[in-house]
């Protein structure tokens, strides 16, 4: 057992590279950069995360072996030892949060399911996950709140007053009351994701348990991929593809929901018509200018975190099939 952690944490590692690396439109990778995060605030991330993901790892072992219950898996905690390594110290650019939030169940649930039965699988996955995120508490929600204040997200976010409630302003990370209105009211990690559902797809993603990235996006990926060789291609394609499905979170926090689902039916529109297939250099190009005009206002980084999670998906497959 002492070597899966340690061969799943290179895994995660090695798929954090592999997404910013592929020249998805409208990211940073590693020939285009933005005005203040650039391809080695990416490189940094991912292997300042290590010590993180190896013990989400660790601990996921140990849970798929029997020998520690769900709720001694402490997600919260293990959220912010990974932002206190990326966040804290050489690196002070956000640029890895959302994978963060994904990756550390991911990790901890297939290392469980690989650690049980020697190989990846999406059902022995989303057992696990489905019995970890349930048992939550709310010391876990205060962690991940630390983590959130590390991160230190920039910008205005935009807040949809059709969907934007009393409720969410109450642990929104900007009130300064958060804190005490999570101990005031319980609120453990699944309740936190399940009542932002609606107006945070990661979130919407923790209260599924991972089926959207588990049943969807990761097939789609790994139908294009056969190996590291193809893999690039494979990503970029995916990424498109996924933009065309749901409109982008960041985007939507950015701008709005009305441009989200405008760049979202322009996405659409290049499956639909199989123009990747035809001149996928000459629409790439294009998608790509158009999601970086207005100072990167529409840069789809929610869909790149649900393709990282994806990858990390198939070299799983690949390591553990």
Request: proline share 4%; charged share 25%.
């Amino acid at each position: 057992m002492t070597d899966i952690p340690w061969s799943i944490t290179s895994l995660a590692q090695l798929a954090i590279l592999l997404e910013v690396s592929s020249p998805k439109p409208g990211n940073v990778n590693r020939l285009r950069r933005f005005s203040d995060t650039g391809y080695r605030h990416f490189m940094a991330s991912a292997s300042l995360m290590g010590r993180g993901l190896h013990e989400c790892a660790l601990r996921g072992a140990h849970l798929g072996k029997l020998e520690i219950q769900p709720s001694e898996i402490r997600l919260g905690e293990l959220i912010h030892q990974c932002a206190k390594d990326v966040f804290g110290g050489l690196n002070k650019r956000n640029t890895i949060l959302g994978t963060i939030l994904f990756y550390v169940p991911l990790v901890v649930c297939a290392a469980a399911a690989i650690s049980s039965d020697s190989k990846f699988t999406v059902d022995k996955t989303r057992f696990w996950l489905k019995k970890v995120i349930i048992s939550t508490t709310v010391e876990d929600t205060i962690s991940m709140y630390k983590s959130f204040h590390l991160a230190n997200p920039a910008g205005e976010m935009k807040r949809e007053s059709t969907i934007w409630t009393d409720v969410h302003d109450r642990f929104d990370i900007q009130n300064p009351r958060v804190y005490e209105n999570i101990q005031e009211d319980q609120l453990t990690l699944i309740d936190l994701f399940e009542l932002s559902a609606d107006v945070e797809p990661i979130a919407k993603e923790w209260s599924d348990y991972f089926e959207l990235t588990l049943t969807k996006v990761f097939p789609h990926l790994d139908s294009l991929v056969h190996d590291l060789e193809n893999i690039e291609e494979g990503i970029v394609r995916t990424f498109v593809w996924l933009l065309s499905i749901q409109p982008d979170g960041l985007i939507m926090k950015k701008v709005g929901i009305q441009k989200a689902v405008e760049i979202q039916q322009l996405a659409a529109t290049i499956i639909t018509e199989g123009k990747l297939d035809s001149d996928s250099d000459e629409i790439l190009s294009e998608l790509d200018h158009i999601l970086r005009s207005d100072g990167n206002q529409l840069n789809p980084g929610t869909t790149a975190d649900f393709i990282s999670a994806a990858i990390l998906c198939k070299l799983f497959t690949l390591t553990y099939p």
